[in-house]
């Protein structure tokens, strides 16, 4: 029965990391197209989400955890937009170092981590309920 519980818990943990991965990956969408509103202003910096492993002392397991939620140092893209009241001499105008493809597959590969993690739960529950049901 112990390992079963265990494995809720571990699981559980993988759920709520999947969860600030998917928050982390849905404010990166929505700001990929925030331009800066005056000259020399930085736009929006990509987030992302590393994990590590924390050792669950009250079950003795480790689990799943956020470590961090650091800026992508990769560069700006650059867009020639010379109406834009931030642009350079040269008319162009820095932008989110945001890729909406690449944001999609992070947001895929979460909700699948996300979904077997629920997976394991409910095939831990079912197993609860079916060893009861013996007991009885």
Do not use: W
Not at 24 to 41: I, R
Not at 57 to 84: N, W
Not at 110 to 116: L, P
Request: charged content about 25%; glycine content about 6%.
């Amino acid at each position: 029965m112990d390992e079963l519980l265990r494995t809720l818990r571990i699981s559980a943990s993988g759920m709520k990391a999947q969860g600030t991965r998917l928050r982390v990956v849905s404010e990166n969408v929505a700001n990929a197209d925030s331009l800066p509103t005056q000259p020399g202003e930085l736009p929006y910096r990509r987030k992302v989400v590393t994990f590590k492993n924390e050792l669950d002392k009250s079950i003795g397991v480790k689990t799943v955890g956020v470590d961090r939620i650091q800026s992508d140092r990769s560069d700006f893209q650059r867009r020639y937009d010379p109406a834009h009241p931030a642009a350079d001499e040269n008319g162009y105008v820095l932008a989110p170092n945001v890729s909406s493809l690449v944001e999609m597959m992070d947001m895929r590969e979460a909700q699948r981590s996300y979904e077997a993690n629920l997976n394991v739960i409910k095939s831990s529950k079912t197993m609860l309920q079916q060893t009861i049901g013996i007991l009885r």
